[in-house]
């Protein structure tokens, strides 16, 4: 069992920059991949950004490569998720999500566990 929380949401101008974090409680926490999602409304919830168990890969959906950076440090049980050049459709809730097979599952029914998810808005 993995328990997930996000936090780092909020409010931000257009071009500017936030950090999320995933903390992680759980024991088997360092043998999951982790992904990032987010869910605007009235949409599906759609795949962000992924890393592997150990933090050496990582994948990016086009809409952000570039712009965010994902990252882990599994001394701390927690996983970030750096957004810089955020654009309006960036608005959504934030989900991170475990899975232990691969960093490579982008749907949302290929992870096990799931935050509460934290708000980004984004004002234009």
């Known amino acids: 069992q993995v328990q997930l929380v996000e936090s780092g949401g909020g409010l931000v101008q257009a071009g500017g920059s936030l950090r999320l974090s995933c903390a992680a409680s759980?024991?088997?926490?360092?043998?999951?991949?982790i992904g990032w999602f987010r869910q605007a409304p009235g949409k599906d919830r759609e795949f962000v950004a992924s890393?592997?168990?150990?933090?050496?890969?990582?994948y990016y959906s086009d809409s952000v490569k570039g712009r965010f950076t994902i990252s882990r440090d599994n001394t701390k049980n927690t996983v970030y998720l750096q957004m810089s050049s955020l654009k309006p459709e960036d608005t959504a809730v934030y989900y991170c999500?475990?899975?232990?097979?691969?960093?490579?599952?982008?749907?949302?029914?290929?992870?096990?566990?799931w935050g509460p998810g934290t708000q980004v808005t984004v004002s234009s």
């Open positions: 999500g475990a899975n232990p097979r691969s960093l490579r599952n982008i749907r949302p029914y290929e992870y096990d566990f």
């Open positions: 759980g024991r088997t926490f360092n043998t999951y991949a």
């Open positions: 890393v592997n168990w150990n933090g050496g890969n990582t």
